[in-house]
């Protein structure tokens, strides 16, 4: 089997030491080098050839973000950003995201012996995503309208008791950013699992905030769901949905990992097919690994209308894979038809319901 070739980019020597001892314990990963800075680390790309790299953002003689914009320009390829846990960390990883790189780790600090085994699980399932995926430049938005769709009429949908669950990994970032925006301000409660790092989903959530007519923002244990809100999973928790009576509220709290993951699709989906059943729809968006498929059969089996992200419109076609092979999956579309489907998902059942009355 061929080994995925990784080049570190780090200026810690004990961060490079670390990932390069710990990486190279997995058969599937080539440690080819490492690098202090950018400049280095452009003489070794030419000459190494990796399959991807890891980057780091704050670094001596040129910051992370403009060699990324360098090597997007001229020798783009798949990599994986590290960052501190600060929020302007948080920000320039992001905006690192939109700028092409393709997964977000938070930086290890000097002692991570405590979550020093998660820490490489989790990045090395992520290096090996972002070398098989399907790399493309993102063109900031789909349709040039820089992430900001014209905001829909909020009389145009009215719906009570319906939760809508969305899984993502690698690519899903810019799926969501696609997705989210386009749904009204009157949609109903979204719950969003999104493979991300603690306190990144936080800026994540507030930059959907910013671009959607939905208000989107990190869940917090307790928070009560209703029309026209976006719930993202912190970093590190599980999200799971409860109901009281007629209220449905999420429970977020740690745990161990599922499906190698933490918050876990396959957490959020099984939540959804026992607490709210029909009255759900599920949504497996692009991701490598499988986290989620088996979440998404449970739902289908009680009663939900689910949705995988076709082969085409995929970053990594894994996790909506394994759901189409489980038979999960209700529906296979495009990420351009998804928002669309749940529209006229939504406003179908609205009026089964208004008949049925």
Do not use: W
Request: charged share 25%.
């Amino acid at each position: 089997m061929k080994r995925i070739k990784v080049l570190i980019v780090d200026d810690s020597s004990v961060v490079r030491n670390i990932l390069s001892r710990e990486l190279s314990k997995d058969p599937g990963l080539e440690i080819i080098g490492t690098a202090p800075d950018p400049f280095i680390a452009r003489d070794k790309i030419v000459l190494l050839k990796p399959d991807v790299i890891t980057l780091d953002i704050e670094m001596p003689r040129m910051d992370g973000l403009t060699f990324l914009e360098k090597l997007m320009k001229y020798y783009p390829m798949p990599v994986v950003i590290l960052s501190s846990l600060t929020p302007a960390g948080c920000q320039t990883a992001l905006k690192a995201m939109e700028m092409g790189a393709l997964e977000v780790m938070h930086k290890p600090s000097l002692d991570v012996s405590q979550k020093l085994t998660e820490m490489i699980i989790v990045l090395t399932d992520k290096l090996k995503a972002s070398a098989m995926a399907r790399f493309r430049i993102p063109e900031h938005r789909h349709d040039g309208t820089a992430g900001h769709p014209q905001k829909m009429d909020s009389a145009m949908i009215k719906t009570t008791d319906k939760i809508v669950a969305i899984g993502a990994s690698t690519g899903g970032t810019e799926a969501l950013r696609y997705i989210i925006p386009r749904l009204p301000p009157s949609f109903p409660g979204v719950l969003i699992t999104q493979h991300m790092p603690e306190k990144f989903t936080k800026s994540f959530a507030d930059s959907l905030n910013q671009a959607s007519s939905m208000e989107v923002r990190e869940a917090a244990d307790g928070d009560t769901i209703h029309d026209g809100l976006a719930l993202v999973a912190p970093g590190n928790f599980h999200m799971m949905l409860r109901r009281s009576g007629a209220r449905y509220y999420v429970e977020v709290k740690q745990g161990p990992l599922v499906c190698r993951q933490r918050p876990s699709v396959e957490v959020l989906f099984d939540s959804v097919s026992q607490y709210a059943g029909g009255n759900a729809i599920g949504v497996i968006l692009t991701g490598m690994g499988n986290d989620g498929a088996q979440g998404l059969l449970h739902m289908k089996e009680n009663g939900s209308y689910t949705i995988a992200q076709d082969e085409q419109s995929c970053v990594v076609y894994g996790m909506p894979k394994e759901a189409v092979a489980l038979g999960a999956a209700g529906a296979v579309v495009s990420l351009e038809k998804i928002p669309d489907l749940l529209i006229g998902r939504i406003e179908q059942e609205s009026g089964c319901e208004k008949d049925a009355a």
